[in-house]
C-alpha cells in the first residue's frame, strides 16, 4: 500500500521538495496528520490523502505499525486529481513495517469529505 520516496539521483526527493516537508515513517506517524500514501503518483495512478486517525506502535515486529484513517479520499492522476472515492468516517486499518513512509501533508491541504463517493444507492 505504501510507496517509500525515492529521491533522485542528486538526492532529492520531488515530492517532499513541493511540499517542503520530509517523509514521515510509520511509526512516527501522529493522529491529525494528513498524509498521502504514494509519493510520485502517476497520471492514472490511484492513491489515497486524508487524515491518520490512530497509530499503534509494537516494538519488536517487523510489522509494527497499526495505524487507521480518520477520513481519506481515492484519487487518481495529479492534474488535475480525480476524486474516485471519498470517505467522511474511518476504514480500515493497515499493519506495516515501522520504515514505510508517508508524504505529509500541509494543514488544510485537503478538505475532509462530507458524504460518500461515489454515493450508495439503495435498490
Known sequence: MTSHHHPDEHGVCAACEATGLPAVAARDLKPGMLIQDKF??????TYRVGEV????????????????????KV????????????????????????????????????????ERFPAVTAS
Open 40 to 45: 510520485k503518483p502517476g497520471p492514472s495512478q
Open 53 to 72: 486517525a490512530t497509530v499503534e506502535v509494537r516494538p519488536g515486529d517487523f510489522l509494527n505499525v497499526t495505524w487507521s484513517w480518520a477520513w481519506h
Open 75 to 114: 484519487l487518481r492522476g495529479t492534474d488535475p486529481a480525480e476524486t474516485v472515492y471519498a470517505y467522511p468516517d474511518g476504514f480500515g486499518e493497515h499493519v506495516v513495517s515501522g520504515a514505510d513512509e508517508y508524504l505529509p501533508l500541509p494543514a488544510g491541504a485537503v478538505e475532509r469529505p462530507v
